[in-house]
């Protein structure tokens, strides 16, 4: 088992922390889903929501060890080479996947901070990085959500774009990040 990348594969380290955030998200989505179906002030539905916000800045740690193991090494070439213009939106959507998992969980706290909320962290309470300002917070919120309504699109975009390479164009593009191969 290799940690860091190769020149033909992700390592260990890079495979993991991508499936964990696919599970992170699925549970942070799910969560911010799953709260609207109990009423306003129930504990059920403040439960989720806390549970949003930990896993949503569990993320925002995460993507930054994420990063770190990207940089750490090479990024596996895909083969065959695909054309210029789908490595340009491929890195596209790659830089605008690593705004939205840095960007979401920030504007998560940026808007708990202005609504004057404690910002829980795993039995932690984090600090307010602004003061309480209920118009900001609520133009926050606006952000917030139309950015983590785009996120849907970009992941499942990222999932077909995987697939097709993998079952249409037939290259390694989704066996580089895959456990378990050789």
């Known amino acids: 088992m290799n940690l860091k990348n190769a020149a033909s594969r992700y390592g260990s380290l890079s495979i993991g922390i991508h499936w964990l955030m696919l599970l992170l998200f699925v549970a942070v989505y799910g969560a911010v889903e799953l709260h609207e179906l109990f009423e306003k002030g ?23 060890l994420r990063l770190g193991a990207r940089l750490s ?23 605008a996947l690593y ?23 795993f039995g ?9 300002n209920k118009d900001l917070g609520k133009q926050i919120k606006e952000v917030h959500e139309f950015v983590g309504t785009t996120g849907y699109f970009l992941i499942g975009l990222h999932t077909v774009a995987a697939l097709y ?12 990040m895959l456990p378990g191969r050789k």
Do not use: C
Request: negative net charge; proline residues 10%.
């Open 73 to 95: 090494g090479p990024t596996p070439a895909i083969l065959p080479e695909p054309p210029g213009l789908q490595q340009l939106s491929s890195k596209l959507l790659h830089l």
């Open 124 to 132: 932690l309470e984090l600090p307010a990085l602004i003061g309480e």
């Open 165 to 176: 390479h993998h079952y249409i164009k037939h290259d390694n593009t989704l066996t580089r």
């Open 42 to 64: 129930s504990d059920s539905r403040e439960m989720l929501m806390t549970w949003h916000f930990m896993l949503g800045m569990l993320v925002f740690v995460l993507v930054w």
């Open 99 to 121: 705004l939205l998992m840095i960007g979401m969980p920030l504007t998560g706290w940026l808007m708990l901070s202005a609504a004057g909320k404690p910002i829980p962290f």
